[in-house]
Protein backbone atom coordinates (compact mmCIF):
# COMPACT_ATOMS: atom_id res chain seq x y z
CA UNK A 1 0.00 0.00 0.00
CA UNK A 2 2.95 2.47 0.98
CA UNK A 3 4.52 1.92 -2.57
CA UNK A 4 1.52 2.35 -4.50
CA UNK A 5 0.33 5.62 -2.54
CA UNK A 6 3.56 7.26 -2.56
CA UNK A 7 3.99 6.01 -6.59
CA UNK A 8 0.08 7.69 -7.73
CA UNK A 9 1.13 10.92 -5.08
CA UNK A 10 4.27 11.22 -7.48
CA UNK A 11 2.04 10.67 -10.59
CA UNK A 12 0.19 13.42 -9.97
CA UNK A 13 3.00 15.66 -8.81
CA UNK A 14 4.38 15.18 -12.01
CA UNK A 15 1.07 15.76 -13.66
CA UNK A 16 0.47 19.22 -12.34
CA UNK A 17 4.08 20.46 -12.97
CA UNK A 18 4.06 19.31 -16.58
CA UNK A 19 0.57 20.70 -17.06
CA UNK A 20 1.78 23.91 -15.88
CA UNK A 21 4.64 24.41 -17.90
CA UNK A 22 2.62 23.45 -20.79
CA UNK A 23 0.58 25.52 -23.35
CA UNK A 24 -3.18 24.67 -23.62
CA UNK A 25 -6.62 26.09 -24.03
CA UNK A 26 -7.32 25.55 -20.43
CA UNK A 27 -4.23 27.12 -19.14
CA UNK A 28 -3.61 31.21 -18.67
CA UNK A 29 -1.12 32.81 -21.33
CA UNK A 30 2.90 32.93 -20.15
CA UNK A 31 3.70 36.49 -20.07
CA UNK A 32 7.18 38.05 -20.66
CA UNK A 33 8.24 40.20 -17.20
CA UNK A 34 12.15 40.22 -17.02
CA UNK A 35 15.13 39.73 -19.10
CA UNK A 36 17.79 38.26 -16.31
CA UNK A 37 20.98 39.48 -16.72
CA UNK A 38 22.33 36.11 -18.47
CA UNK A 39 19.32 36.95 -21.19
CA UNK A 40 17.18 34.71 -20.68
CA UNK A 41 13.44 35.47 -20.38
CA UNK A 42 11.47 35.06 -17.31
CA UNK A 43 8.02 34.09 -17.85
CA UNK A 44 5.42 33.92 -15.37
CA UNK A 45 1.24 32.26 -15.45
CA UNK A 46 -0.48 34.17 -13.11
CA UNK A 47 -4.25 31.99 -12.06
CA UNK A 48 -6.17 32.56 -9.24
CA UNK A 49 -7.47 29.42 -7.63
CA UNK A 50 -11.20 29.75 -6.29
CA UNK A 51 -12.02 26.07 -5.16
CA UNK A 52 -10.11 22.45 -6.29
CA UNK A 53 -9.46 19.80 -4.42
CA UNK A 54 -5.55 19.21 -3.30
CA UNK A 55 -4.90 22.81 -4.30
CA UNK A 56 -4.65 26.06 -1.83
CA UNK A 57 -6.92 29.21 -2.59
CA UNK A 58 -5.25 32.02 -3.45
CA UNK A 59 -3.07 33.07 -6.43
CA UNK A 60 -1.16 30.05 -8.41
CA UNK A 61 2.11 32.08 -9.66
CA UNK A 62 4.43 29.42 -11.68
CA UNK A 63 7.39 31.39 -12.86
CA UNK A 64 9.95 30.14 -15.18
CA UNK A 65 13.27 30.53 -18.00
CA UNK A 66 14.79 28.36 -19.78
CA UNK A 67 18.63 28.06 -21.21
CA UNK A 68 20.92 26.22 -23.23
CA UNK A 69 24.12 24.83 -21.74
CA UNK A 70 27.01 23.18 -23.45
CA UNK A 71 26.90 19.91 -21.09
CA UNK A 72 25.22 16.58 -21.93
CA UNK A 73 21.61 16.53 -20.07
CA UNK A 74 22.57 13.06 -18.74
CA UNK A 75 25.04 14.71 -16.89
CA UNK A 76 22.76 17.83 -15.83
CA UNK A 77 20.02 15.49 -14.96
CA UNK A 78 22.63 13.43 -12.31
CA UNK A 79 23.27 16.83 -10.73
CA UNK A 80 20.39 18.24 -10.19
CA UNK A 81 18.34 15.09 -9.20
CA UNK A 82 21.00 15.37 -6.01
CA UNK A 83 19.01 17.51 -3.43
CA UNK A 84 22.72 18.31 -1.83
CA UNK A 85 24.47 19.59 -5.03
CA UNK A 86 21.36 21.88 -5.58
CA UNK A 87 22.28 23.50 -2.22
CA UNK A 88 19.61 22.05 -0.01
CA UNK A 89 22.34 21.75 3.22
CA UNK A 90 20.93 18.84 5.72
CA UNK A 91 18.99 16.73 3.14
CA UNK A 92 18.27 12.76 3.96
CA UNK A 93 16.29 10.28 1.62
CA UNK A 94 14.20 8.75 3.94
CA UNK A 95 13.07 6.25 1.80
CA UNK A 96 12.93 5.33 -2.28
CA UNK A 97 11.16 3.58 -4.78
CA UNK A 98 12.65 2.43 -7.95
CA UNK A 99 10.71 2.70 -11.25
CA UNK A 100 12.37 0.02 -14.09
CA UNK A 101 15.77 -1.05 -14.17
CA UNK A 102 17.49 2.14 -13.90
CA UNK A 103 18.28 3.46 -10.30
CA UNK A 104 18.15 6.87 -11.47
CA UNK A 105 14.07 7.00 -12.07
CA UNK A 106 13.36 6.97 -8.85
CA UNK A 107 10.60 8.36 -6.31
CA UNK A 108 12.08 9.47 -2.80
CA UNK A 109 10.80 10.70 0.28
CA UNK A 110 13.63 13.53 1.81
CA UNK A 111 13.93 15.38 4.82
CA UNK A 112 15.32 18.21 5.37
CA UNK A 113 16.87 19.56 8.61
CA UNK A 114 14.30 20.52 11.16
CA UNK A 115 16.51 23.17 12.37
CA UNK A 116 15.73 24.96 8.89
CA UNK A 117 12.11 25.12 10.51
CA UNK A 118 10.80 23.08 8.21
CA UNK A 119 10.08 19.99 11.09
CA UNK A 120 6.65 19.02 9.83
CA UNK A 121 7.45 19.14 6.11
CA UNK A 122 8.81 16.22 3.86
CA UNK A 123 9.73 16.39 0.17
CA UNK A 124 8.18 14.18 -2.33
CA UNK A 125 10.85 13.96 -5.10
CA UNK A 126 11.03 12.32 -8.94
CA UNK A 127 13.69 12.00 -10.98
CA UNK A 128 12.87 10.79 -14.51
CA UNK A 129 14.14 9.75 -17.83
CA UNK A 130 12.39 7.91 -20.69
CA UNK A 131 14.03 6.63 -23.90
CA UNK A 132 13.54 9.71 -26.23
CA UNK A 133 16.02 11.66 -24.04
CA UNK A 134 13.80 14.23 -21.96
CA UNK A 135 14.53 14.38 -18.03
CA UNK A 136 12.95 15.51 -15.65
CA UNK A 137 13.47 16.36 -11.48
CA UNK A 138 10.61 17.44 -9.96
CA UNK A 139 9.90 17.85 -6.37
CA UNK A 140 7.44 19.29 -3.71
CA UNK A 141 7.00 19.92 -0.83
CA UNK A 142 4.32 17.36 1.46
CA UNK A 143 3.35 17.74 5.15
CA UNK A 144 4.54 14.81 7.14
CA UNK A 145 1.03 13.75 8.82
CA UNK A 146 -0.62 14.02 5.19
CA UNK A 147 1.94 12.01 3.54
CA UNK A 148 1.51 9.51 6.39
CA UNK A 149 -1.85 8.75 5.33
CA UNK A 150 -1.19 8.62 1.66
CA UNK A 151 1.17 5.74 2.48
CA UNK A 152 -1.25 4.51 4.75
CA UNK A 153 -4.45 4.79 1.57
CA UNK A 154 -5.77 8.24 1.93
CA UNK A 155 -6.59 9.78 -1.94
CA UNK A 156 -3.27 11.08 -2.88
CA UNK A 157 -5.68 13.42 -5.05
CA UNK A 158 -6.60 15.48 -1.79
CA UNK A 159 -2.66 16.36 -1.21
CA UNK A 160 -1.96 20.06 -1.60
CA UNK A 161 1.31 19.86 -4.08
CA UNK A 162 3.49 22.52 -5.52
CA UNK A 163 5.70 21.08 -7.79
CA UNK A 164 8.93 23.09 -8.83
CA UNK A 165 11.90 21.48 -10.75
CA UNK A 166 13.92 21.06 -14.16
CA UNK A 167 13.03 19.65 -17.53
CA UNK A 168 15.90 18.39 -19.49
CA UNK A 169 16.07 17.97 -23.55
CA UNK A 170 18.75 17.55 -25.73
CA UNK A 171 20.43 20.10 -28.07
CA UNK A 172 22.40 18.91 -30.49
CA UNK A 173 24.38 15.84 -31.99
CA UNK A 174 24.15 12.55 -29.98
CA UNK A 175 27.39 12.52 -27.57
CA UNK A 176 29.62 9.39 -26.31
CA UNK A 177 28.88 10.05 -22.43
CA UNK A 178 24.79 9.42 -22.86
CA UNK A 179 22.96 6.45 -22.80
CA UNK A 180 19.76 6.92 -23.06
CA UNK A 181 17.69 8.80 -26.35
CA UNK A 182 20.96 9.47 -28.10
CA UNK A 183 21.41 12.62 -25.28
CA UNK A 184 23.07 15.69 -27.25
CA UNK A 185 26.17 17.68 -26.63
CA UNK A 186 24.69 20.45 -25.46
CA UNK A 187 20.99 20.81 -23.04
CA UNK A 188 18.10 23.02 -22.77
CA UNK A 189 17.28 23.64 -19.17
CA UNK A 190 13.74 24.66 -18.26
CA UNK A 191 13.44 25.66 -14.94
CA UNK A 192 10.37 26.10 -13.01
CA UNK A 193 8.91 27.28 -9.56
CA UNK A 194 5.31 26.96 -8.28
CA UNK A 195 4.28 29.43 -5.75
CA UNK A 196 0.43 30.08 -3.98
CA UNK A 197 0.90 33.35 -3.07
CA UNK A 198 -2.19 35.62 -0.75
CA UNK A 199 -2.70 39.06 -2.65
CA UNK A 200 -4.83 41.69 -1.99
CA UNK A 201 -6.86 43.85 -4.48
CA UNK A 202 -6.48 42.30 -8.23
CA UNK A 203 -5.49 38.35 -7.33
CA UNK A 204 -3.78 38.82 -10.85
CA UNK A 205 -1.45 41.46 -10.39
CA UNK A 206 1.82 40.39 -9.00
CA UNK A 207 3.30 43.70 -6.95
CA UNK A 208 7.02 44.76 -8.00
CA UNK A 209 8.91 43.40 -4.42
CA UNK A 210 7.17 39.56 -5.01
CA UNK A 211 8.52 40.06 -8.66
CA UNK A 212 11.41 41.30 -7.29
CA UNK A 213 11.94 37.43 -5.59
CA UNK A 214 10.96 35.63 -8.21
CA UNK A 215 13.72 36.99 -10.60
CA UNK A 216 16.19 36.60 -8.15
CA UNK A 217 15.41 33.54 -7.18
CA UNK A 218 15.77 32.26 -10.63
CA UNK A 219 19.03 34.34 -11.62
CA UNK A 220 20.11 32.54 -8.76
CA UNK A 221 19.05 29.27 -9.79
CA UNK A 222 20.78 29.63 -13.15
CA UNK A 223 24.09 30.74 -11.94
CA UNK A 224 24.39 28.13 -9.52
CA UNK A 225 23.54 25.22 -12.11
CA UNK A 226 26.26 26.94 -14.68
CA UNK A 227 28.59 27.29 -12.05
CA UNK A 228 28.48 23.52 -10.84
CA UNK A 229 28.38 21.62 -14.09
CA UNK A 230 29.94 24.02 -16.51
CA UNK A 231 32.62 24.47 -14.06
CA UNK A 232 33.21 20.19 -13.77
CA UNK A 233 32.36 19.94 -17.60
CA UNK A 234 34.69 17.86 -19.46
Known amino acids: MGKTGLLNLAGRMMRIFCAGISASSINPSWTQVASLASSQDLMIRVNSIVQDFGRTKGTAVIFSTSVSLPTSPRRLFDHLRDMNSRKWNDVQELVYVIQGNDPRNRVSIIQADPGLGMAGTLFVQESYMDSAGSYFVVYSHVDKLVLSNVLNGANPE ?3 MMPSGFAILPDGMPS ?3 DVG ?3 SGSILTIAYYMVVTLTGNPLFIPD ?3 DVFKQLIANTVTDIENAVL ?4
Open 158 to 160: LVT
Open 176 to 178: SDD
Open 182 to 184: GGG
Open 209 to 211: NTM
Open 231 to 234: HNNA
